[in-house]
């Protein structure tokens, strides 16, 4: 079974830092394109960034020059480090990712982890 599993959410002051990791697990292939989004209370959910296999990198405007996605291919394992938080990135923050299992490639999600950014 592939699993996405977050980890490295928290509580922090706005200021602050924290890194998130999202490592796949199961029987799989290989990863392509993965991601982190984010979701707020009474919100829509929202991409943050995204990596290709190839390590090309994708932000949202409100987290350009404070947040860093970056993967490790050998650990199927992608991060995500977020300096200068704001209360306004308070969010659950999930994984997404294509994954190769079973000859195919298909999309996972992981659970996700809370971010919370006290002002």
């Known amino acids: 079974q592939v699993q996405l599993v977050e980890s490295g959410g928290g509580l922090v002051q706005a200021g602050g830092s924290l890194r998130l990791s999202c490592a796949v697990s199961?029987?799989?292939?290989?990863?392509?394109?993965m991601g982190w989004y984010r979701q707020a209370p009474g919100k829509q959910r929202e991409l943050v960034a995204t990596?290709?296999?190839?390590?090309?990198?994708n932000y949202a405007d409100s987290v350009k020059g404070r947040f860093t996605i970056s993967r490790d291919n050998g650990k199927y394992t992608i991060y995500l480090q977020m300096n200068s938080l704001k209360p306004e990135d308070t969010a659950v923050y999930l994984c997404?990712?294509?994954?190769?299992?079973?000859?195919?490639?298909?999309?996972?999600w992981g659970q996700g982890t809370q971010v919370t950014v006290s002002s």
């Open positions: 997404n990712g294509i994954v190769g299992v079973s000859h195919n490639w298909r999309q996972y």
């Open positions: 199961g029987s799989v292939f290989g990863v392509d394109d």
């Open positions: 990596i290709t296999s190839g390590g090309t990198t």
